[in-house]
């Protein structure tokens, strides 16, 4: 059975497939692995060359060709027998009420509590942790606006900024350098869901509009911190800006945030691995019409990730628990 999502990362490589191998390429030599092994290929490469050979067995072994430009997925390369998988869609469209709601709450029940994790990493005895620590444990109606709330203000006072408010339109400073993070990890979501066969634009809270992405928008939530994460490093090892710029340096450091190894279901995985684990799940979840495989990620308490400053290699296999 084809399970792997593999991802070619490397700046530059040729890609190709020789004796049913894919192959890659680089300066420093070539990777292989059996095609019929794997069920998508994501190209985030800047400048690698796709042998049409690889088009055609790809093709033939039902594998999908998600190529990215700035890690978003520009172009979805499907099987002609496979240009749309009408039972996944059903099934996401037919999910009974009672399973749609109860896999949105689990979304958003991840998201508030690695908030409160987070904020308590950040800032150990805010006055705001305890409230955001019962509110993310209840059952508030406005659960998912007040803990965003309340995680901000400690945000903001754990970059000594008091007056700091989140700014989803701001082109300049913090705002900007954490809409330039979520915009990776929305690219590293579509990847994901285009791997495994969703069609992001069904979702499960967020409106579909056009040209939107609602499921994609739906299950990144819980992973919003990793971000937020990511940018208060930065600040703090560059420390005495005043004028925050989405810079090349930057760019190269919020992107390492889906390299960082965390923990999710007895296994460790980098953050990559994760995202994609859960979409499985959800998959799977839609599939059955059950919330039970739908597993959001939260972090053990105390425990975030060590930034990661490593490379990324030619072939990358983002193998998470689960089967397409």
């Avoid at 978003?72 to 996944?88: G, Q, Y």
């Avoid at 995202?275 to 105390?302: D, H, L, Q, S």
Wanted: hydrophobic share 40%.
């Amino acid at each position: 059975m084809s399970y792997h999502i593999v991802s070619i990362d490397s700046p530059s490589c040729a890609l190709s497939c020789r004796d049913g191998q894919l192959t890659c390429r680089t300066e420093e030599g070539e990777r292989s692995l059996p095609l019929e092994d794997v069920a998508a290929i994501i190209i985030t490469s800047f400048s690698a060359s796709i042998h049409s050979k690889l088009f055609l067995e790809a093709a033939k072994q039902g594998v999908a060709l998600i190529i990215c430009e700035a890690f978003k997925p520009v172009s979805l390369v499907l099987p002609a027998n496979r240009s749309t998988d009408t039972l996944l869609t059903r099934a996401v469209l037919e999910l009974e009420p009672r399973v749609r709601e109860a896999l949105w709450r689990r979304t958003v029940d991840a998201k508030c509590q690695n908030q409160a994790l987070l904020a308590e990493h950040i800032l150990p005895g805010d006055p705001a942790l305890d409230a955001l620590r019962r509110t993310a444990a209840g059952r508030l109606e406005a659960k998912e606006a007040t803990c965003a709330k309340l995680f901000w203000n400690v945000f903001g006072r754990g970059l000594g900024d008091a007056a700091f408010r989140r700014e989803h339109s701001a082109e300049q400073g913090i705002n900007a350098l954490l809409n330039y993070g979520y915009a990776v990890l929305l690219s590293t979501i579509l990847q994901k869901l285009f791997a495994v066969g969703l069609d992001p634009t069904w979702g499960l809270s967020h409106a579909p509009r056009e040209r939107a992405t609602p499921l994609a928008y739906d299950l990144m939530e819980p992973f919003r911190p990793c971000v937020d994460w990511r940018v208060w490093q930065w600040t703090r090892r560059n420390p005495g800006q005043c004028d925050w710029q989405v810079d090349k340096a930057f760019r190269a450091w919020v992107t390492g945030f889906v390299l960082e190894r965390v923990d999710h279901l007895e296994l460790t995985l980098e953050v990559r691995g994760v995202i994609e684990g859960v979409v499985r799940g959800f998959r799977r979840a839609a599939m059955e019409n059950a919330v039970r495989p739908y597993r959001p990620w939260t972090p053990k308490p105390g425990q975030w990730p060590v930034p990661e400053t490593r490379g990324p290699g030619a072939i990358q296999d983002g193998v998470a628990a689960g089967g397409v």
